[in-house]
Every structure is written in C-alpha cells, then in structure tokens.
C-alpha cells in the first residue's frame, strides 16, 4: 500500500477526540475509501508516532478493543482508552456512548 494512503488514515486518526473512538471502517471512509477497514489495521499496526498518532482510539464495528494493539495489547489499549474518561465493557466500549460523530464530506 503505498505511503500516501497510510498518511491519510493517520491524519484522520489524529482528529479522533480524546475521550471517544471511531471503528475502523469509520476510519477507512473518512480516509477516501470505505473498503479500506483492513488497510487502516495494518496502518495502525505500523504507527510511526503513536505519541501523536492515537491508534488506541480506534475500535472495530462492535466496539471492541484489539488483542492483537501493537503497543501493548488489549489491555493496554483499554487502559489508554479508560484514562481518558472511556468505560468499557468486557473489552467493548458503547459506541452510542463513544463514537465520535465526523461528518463525511
């Protein structure tokens, strides 16, 4: 995939809000292509700065947490997540309670 994609998912991620998620699908559609749900996995995987870039703000379509979170786990990324203010549920966080709410344009 080639770098400019990976750079525009990551732009997007970086607007996540403290404090909500977004799934990945919502990530791939605000990136330019809703079928990229996969590509923004394997983007976060290889996050460059996740100082900056909060892939632990990103759920799936359930709202679970990843056990495969590149930077510690699962429970590294419920504890990023709930530090924020972010409760979650076996794992799941309430996307109705959570999701952020971007417009697609």
């Known amino acids: 995939m080639e770098a400019s994609v990976f750079e525009r998912i990551y732009e997007v991620v970086k607007q996540i809000p403290c404090g909500q998620v977004a799934t990945y699908g919502q990530i791939a559609a605000l990136a330019g292509n809703k079928r990229w749900a996969r590509v923004v996995g394997y983007a976060l995987h290889v ?7 909060p892939c632990y703000r ?36 309430d996307l109705k309670r959570y999701q952020w709410e971007k417009p697609l344009y």
């Not at 947490?65 to 990023?80: C, D, H, P, Y």
Request: charged share 30%; hydrophobic share 35%.
């Open 47 to 53: 996050n460059p700065d996740p100082e900056k870039i």
């Open 58 to 93: 990103v759920v799936n379509r359930e709202g679970r947490v990843s056990e495969a979170f590149a930077f510690g786990g699962g429970n590294r990324q419920i504890t990023l997540l709930e530090a924020e203010g972010v409760r979650l549920t076996d794992g799941c966080v």
